[in-house]
C-alpha cells in the first residue's frame, strides 16, 4: 500500500536542527535563511549559532595569512592574502589553497588577530600614531569598522607595549575587544610605565575606559594565537624576578586576574597558545634558536600546569608559527622562506605552499573554523555582498592608476579632519 506524502508527519523541529541544518556548511545555511521565516529565525538564533559552531562536522582547518612588501614609486605598498587549507593535509603533499581574501595594495595594513568564535580582529595604523580596528567574519563576509578607542593619554616618552584581547560575554553573547598599553614616562633607572585598558562592545558599538589592574613592572609575552577560552582571555607576562604568570581578563565581569605559570627556567622564552581546548604554553631555549628543544606546557586547572611533550625538530633554521592538532607544530623555516607542518611522531615535514617574507613579521597561522556569529549592529544595513569593498577602503587599497605616496596622504589627511576635526586636541592610538 503506498503513502502519500501528505500521510505522512512532519519532521520534528529538533531532528531538523540536529541532524540536517547542523550538518551544513555556513555557505548553505545562509541560502537557506530564504527559505521561511521559521528557518530564517532559527539559524540566526544565538543557540543554534553556538551548536553549530561546536558541532563535529565543523572542523577546523589552517588558515593562513601572508603579508608582502615590496617599493611603489616613493612609497611601500602591502600585499595581504588569506588562504585556507583543505581540512585534512596529507603528509609530504604541499595542500590546495583556497583564497578568502585578497588585497593586493594596501598601504596601512598592521596585522591580524584571533580567531574567537569565528571572528577576527585587523588592525591598521593609517596615520602617524593612529591605529583602528575592524571585526570580520570570513564565513558570513561580513566585517565591522570599530569606532575609536577614547584613550584620554597624556604625552610619555615612549609606548612600550601594547595587547589586544577578543572574546565573547557567554552571558550576553557581547563579542568584545579589550585594548591595554604601556607607556613610558622617561627612560630612566626606577620608573616604572603607566598602563591604560579600554574594552569595546559589539552589541553597543562603543568604547570605555576601564581600570587596568596590570603589573606596570612586566614583560609581555606575544601568543601564537588567540588565546581566549570559556569566557576569559588570558596573556602571559614576566616581572623583574623573571617568573612566568598568567593575567586573565573576564568579558562577562570585565574584571583582571593573575595566576602562576608553569616552572619555566628563568633563562629560557615562552608563549602562550591553546592546544585544543585547554590553554598552553610553548617555552624554548633563547640560546639554542635554530635547533631548539621545545616544552609544551598544557593547564589541567586555574594555577595547575603540566608538561605534556617536548618536541626537539630536525630541521634547518626555523621560528615557531603556530600549533595544529594538538601536537604538530608549523614552523618558518628561515633559510629557504618557508611554511612547513611538522609532525614530531613521524619527524614528517610537509610544505604548506607558501613564500614568506621574511624582511618583516608578515605571517600568521591560525586553526579557523566557521562561524554564523553575527558581527553587524541591529540598524547597520551591510550586505555581505559589499564587504569586501568595505575591507579595502578600510585599508586604503591603492588603484593602480594614481600615485600611491599622493593618494595615501590625502586619504590620511581627510580622515583626520572627519575623525578629530581641524582644531581638536589629538588622541593618541598607538599600537
Known amino acids: 500500500m503506498s503513502t502519500s506524502m501528505d500521510d505522512h508527519c512532519p519532521l520534528p523541529e529538533d531532528l531538523i536542527l540536529f541532524?540536517?541544518?547542523?550538518?551544513?556548511?555556513?555557505?548553505?545555511?545562509?541560502?537557506?535563511?530564504?527559505?521561511?521565516?521559521?528557518?530564517?529565525?532559527?539559524?540566526?538564533?544565538?543557540?543554534f549559532i553556538e551548536k553549530h559552531f561546536h558541532?563535529?562536522?565543523?572542523?577546523?582547518s589552517l588558515l593562513i595569512c601572508?603579508?608582502?612588501?615590496?617599493?611603489?614609486?616613493?612609497?611601500?605598498?602591502?600585499?595581504?592574502?588569506?588562504s585556507l587549507l583543505p581540512k585534512k593535509i596529507i603528509p609530504g603533499v604541499t595542500p590546495?589553497?583556497?583564497?578568502?581574501?585578497?588585497?593586493?595594495?594596501?598601504s596601512d595594513f598592521t596585522c591580524v588577530a584571533g580567531p574567537v568564535g569565528g571572528l577576527f580582529l585587523m588592525q591598521k595604523k593609517f596615520y602617524g600614531d593612529d591605529v583602528r580596528l575592524g571585526l570580520w567574519n570570513p564565513a558570513t563576509r561580513e566585517f565591522r569598522p570599530l569606532p575609536p578607542a577614547p584613550f584620554e593619554i597624556e604625552f610619555f616618552f615612549s609606548e612600550h607595549d601594547h595587547q589586544f584581547g577578543l572574546g565573547l560575554d557567554m552571558l550576553t553573547q557581547d563579542y568584545k575587544v579589550v585594548w591595554f598599553r604601556v607607556f613610558w614616562d622617561e627612560p630612566r633607572q626606577g620608573v616604572y610605565p603607566h598602563v591604560y585598558a579600554c574594552v569595546y562592545s559589539s552589541c553597543n558599538n562603543?568604547?570605555?575606559?576601564?581600570?587596568?589592574?596590570?603589573?606596570?613592572?612586566?614583560?609581555?609575552?606575544?601568543p601564537l594565537d588567540a588565546t581566549y577560552l570559556n569566557g576569559i582571555y588570558y596573556w602571559l607576562f614576566r616581572g623583574l624576578d623573571k617568573i612566568y604568570r598568567i593575567r586573565s581578563f573576564d568579558m562577562g565581569s570585565e574584571q583582571f586576574r593573575e595566576m602562576q605559570g608553569p616552572e619555566i627556567p628563568r633563562e629560557h622564552w615562552g608563549t602562550l597558545t591553546l592546544r585544543g581546548d585547554s590553554l598552553a604554553i610553548l617555552a624554548g631555549d633563547p640560546g639554542k634558536p635554530m635547533t631548539s628543544i621545545y616544552d609544551v606546557w598544557v593547564m589541567n586547572q586555574e594555577g595547575s600546569w603540566t608538561k605534556l611533550l617536548t618536541v626537539q625538530p630536525q630541521i634547518g633554521a626555523h621560528w615557531p608559527r603556530g600549533i595544529w592538532e594538538d601536537d604538530k607544530m608549523i614552523f618558518e623555516i628561515t633559510e629557504t622562506s618557508q611554511l612547513v607542518l611538522y609532525e614530531p611522531t613521524t619527524k614528517q615535514v610537509t610544505d604548506l605552499g607558501f613564500q614568506l617574507d621574511l624582511s618583516?613579521?608578515?605571517?600568521?597561522?591560525?586553526?579557523?573554523?566557521?562561524?554564523?556569529?553575527?558581527?553587524?549592529?541591529?540598524?547597520?544595513?551591510?550586505?555581505?555582498?559589499?564587504?569586501?569593498?568595505?575591507i579595502e577602503h578600510f585599508f586604503d587599497v591603492i588603484p593602480m592608476d594614481l600615485n600611491p605616496l599622493l593618494t595615501v596622504r590625502k586619504s590620511q589627511s581627510q580622515r583626520r579632519k572627519n575623525l578629530f576635526g581641524h582644531n581638536s586636541k589629538k588622541t593618541l592610538f598607538t599600537l
Open 66 to 82: 601572508n603579508l608582502e612588501v615590496a617599493p611603489k614609486g616613493h612609497s611601500i605598498v602591502k600585499s595581504v592574502v588569506f
Open 360 to 390: 618583516i613579521t608578515g605571517c600568521w597561522v591560525f586553526n579557523y573554523k566557521e562561524s554564523l556569529s553575527p558581527i553587524k549592529s541591529g540598524n547597520d544595513s551591510q550586505g555581505k555582498d559589499n564587504a569586501v569593498e568595505k
Open 96 to 106: 590546495e589553497q583556497k583564497i578568502l581574501l585578497q588585497l593586493p595594495r594596501v
Open 206 to 222: 562603543t568604547w570605555k575606559n576601564i581600570t587596568p589592574e596590570f603589573p606596570s613592572s612586566c614583560t609581555l609575552c606575544a
Open 55 to 60: 558541532h563535529k562536522n565543523n572542523h577546523a
Open 19 to 47: 541532524n540536517i541544518l547542523l550538518r551544513l556548511p555556513v555557505e548553505s545555511l545562509l541560502h537557506f535563511k530564504c527559505v521561511c521565516k521559521h528557518w530564517y529565525a532559527l539559524i540566526k538564533s544565538p543557540s
